[in-house]
């Protein structure tokens, strides 16, 4: 008995079937518009040899940021909470900002503040879940601005992006 060549499931993901859900964040849960499940490098180190140096597999893992496109509200809700967090981790004004931490968090689901999950599930072409990604640990790196131009039309609508870093991540098949 070989192994078969041949997947199992020859349906092609859909690059629009997934939601992101943060513990921290419940309005990007709505708007978001784009992600990409981050990357993961393994280093490497080089073993020397008269005749080619050789390269061997490294022990540290490295993960590349997950990066969310979303859209704008009216309001800025989703925007301006990113922009308090990071604050609030940055505290360039005060030290208060640090202190307020667990007060930006509505539903207050862990003891570190600073820190929140975030759950992508991707679904199939039936609109089945999958595949779930966890995201462990997870603080905001960087905010993009928001530009505001009178020459768009009304029709168009902002968006923003955030990048995050996070301690880990895990998959689970559904």
Sequence with gaps: MGISSNPTNQ?????????????????????????EIPGITLGQTIQNNPLVDVPVAG???VYD?????????????AWTTVLDWIKGLGFPETTDQYKNLPLQQKLQLNNR??????????????????????????????????????SQ??????????????????????
């Design 59 to 61: 022990d540290k893992v």
């Design 113 to 150: 503040p600073q820190y929140s999950d975030a759950l992508i599930t991707i679904y199939t072409n039936k609109n089945n879940a999958a595949l779930q990604v966890k995201f462990t640990d997870l603080f905001p790196t960087n905010l993009s601005g928001l530009q505001y131009d009178v």
């Design 11 to 35: 349906n092609l993901a859909q690059p629009s079937k997934f939601l992101l859900s943060f513990d921290r964040l419940p309005t990007l849960t709505f708007f978001c518009t784009k992600l």
């Design 65 to 77: 940021p997950l990066t969310v496109t979303f859209l704008v509200d009216e309001e800025l809700q």
């Design 153 to 174: 039309s009304s029709h168009n609508v902002m968006t923003a992006v955030a990048s995050f870093s996070y301690a880990n991540y895990s998959y689970l098949r559904l």
